[in-house]
């Protein structure tokens, strides 16, 4: 009896090395199988300003998978849009993604960069925020509000203060006014160009800021933080500069693989993505 039962238990100890030996190498198989494709995929490196997009680019990638188009995503972040532009242009990046129209267009004009929109993403707005005060009306004459220094966020800030009623541009329907276009400034306000990543950091020891929604996002803030936020519409035609897109250098323009990264960003549950994340605070501006 006694043999009988040895005999079973090394009967049972054996078929259990046996299953054990066949999961190890399932789970092998997988791995190989997973590095072995993700060799195979080709990779396409996209310049970004901070991480806000990243939830984005991971809906991207689920798409590029689901197609199986052997395309792999790659971000990488740069502080600054000037620096991620300057590595687009020397082909240390394949493609970017953090700018609109507009701060494009000044960078091709200043520098002289042979690259182009190939698809556009979102707009997002550029709202005025404060660790002070709830509301517009409580700022007061003195009271120092921090806007980005690049020339088309500056205008566009001075737009939104024109909106708000803090300051009065001269012509508010021009692309990028400066600080000399102001006509009037009823609330005696001060205006201070800074850096537009390091805007948030500065709040309370300026009255407010306005910078872009990358960067509130990766302060922890919400757009729903703003105490003034002037309306969004994509439909209106003075919106158009300030519309997000994807950047190519001028010879990939027509790069398929590119293409490929493109039409998976205009799908709908690259859309639902972006609407989920920002809350809709940013609106996809393509079609699907």
């Known amino acids: 009896m006694a043999k ?13 090395l046996v299953a054990l030996a066949v999961v190890v ?3 092998v198989a997988v791995v190989v199988y997973r590095n ?14 901070g991480n806000s997009d990243d939830e ?24 600054d849009g000037i620096y991620a532009n300057q590595a687009l242009a020397n082909g240390e990046t394949d493609l970017n993604a953090f700018q609109h129209y507009a701060f494009l267009n000044e960078e ?12 556009e ?72 160009l800074n850096d537009p990543a390091s805007i948030i950091s500065l709040l309370p020891d300026y009255a407010g800021g306005i910078t872009n929604t990358n960067f509130i ?24 500069p300030y519309i997000n897109v994807i950047v190519a250098r001028d010879e990939d323009k027509e790069n398929e693989t590119y293409q490929r990264v ?7 549950a690259v859309a639902d993505a972006i609407t989920s994340y920002y809350k809709g605070a940013v609106e996809p501006v393509f079609s699907y």
């Not at 590029?64 to 188009?69: C, K, M, Q, V």
């Open 56 to 79: 984005i680019w991971k809906a991207v990638q689920q798409e590029l998978d689901r197609e199986n188009a052997g395309i792999t995503v790659e971000t990488k972040p740069f502080q």
């Open 262 to 268: 493109v039409k998976a960003y205009h799908t709908k």
């Open 25 to 27: 190498a399932a789970v």
């Open 36 to 49: 072995a494709t993700k060799s195979q995929s080709t990779v396409v490196t996209i310049g970004v300003v």
């Open 121 to 192: 993403t979102y707009i997002s707005p550029l709202n005025l925020y404060s660790k002070k005060y709830s509301s517009v009306s409580d700022f007061k004459a003195g009271d120092k509000i921090a806007i980005p220094n690049n020339a088309t966020n500056t205008g566009r800030a001075l737009k939104v203060l024109d909106s708000a009623g803090l300051i009065t541009l001269k012509d508010n329907t021009k692309d990028n006014p400066t600080v000399d276009d102001i006509a009037a400034n009823p609330s005696g306000i001060e205006i201070e």
């Open 4 to 16: 009988n039962t040895k005999a079973k238990a090394k009967n049972r100890l054996i078929a259990a």
């Open 108 to 119: 091709k004009e200043q520098k002289g960069y042979a690259i182009s929109a190939i698809a």
């Open 217 to 240: 996002i990766d302060a922890g803030m919400s757009v729903d933080d703003a105490v003034y936020a002037p309306p969004v519409d994509s439909s209106n035609q003075s919106f158009k």
